[in-house]
């Protein structure tokens, strides 16, 4: 059984940053694509960044040169530092791991950009 657990989403001012972690746990091979998603209230769910087993990355136009993801194969886990963070990016992420052809989701954590 596959689980997906995110952290480090909270309440942070414009301009700030925070690092959103996701792990996996249990009987994994190898994870093919990660990536995160976010949707804010009353909109629908979008790809923020993705990242693949050999390293590739793909942002979303209005997280570019702001966001940057990474993963840890070794730890099964993947990271999202998100500076110059502006109240659009509020939202709940959703990390997602796609392992064997399966995607596999986390809970998601909330992030809230205010001042």
């Known amino acids: 059984q596959v689980q997906i657990v995110e952290s480090g989403g909270g309440l942070v001012q414009p301009g700030g940053s925070l690092r959103l972690s996701c792990a996996a746990s249990?009987?994994?091979?190898?994870?093919?694509?990660m990536g995160w998603y976010r949707q804010a209230p009353g909109k629908r769910s979008e790809l923020v960044a993705s990242i693949t087993t050999g390293g590739t990355t793909n942002y979303a136009d209005s997280v570019k040169g702001r966001f940057t993801i990474s993963r840890d194969d070794a730890k099964k886990m993947m990271n999202l530092q998100m500076n110059s963070l502006r109240p659009e990016d509020t939202a709940v992420y959703y990390c997602?791991?796609?392992?064997?052809?399966?995607?596999?989701w986390g809970q998601g954590t909330q992030v809230t950009v205010s001042s």
């Open positions: 249990g009987s994994i091979f190898s994870i093919q694509v």
């Open positions: 997602q791991m796609r392992i064997l052809g399966v995607e596999y």
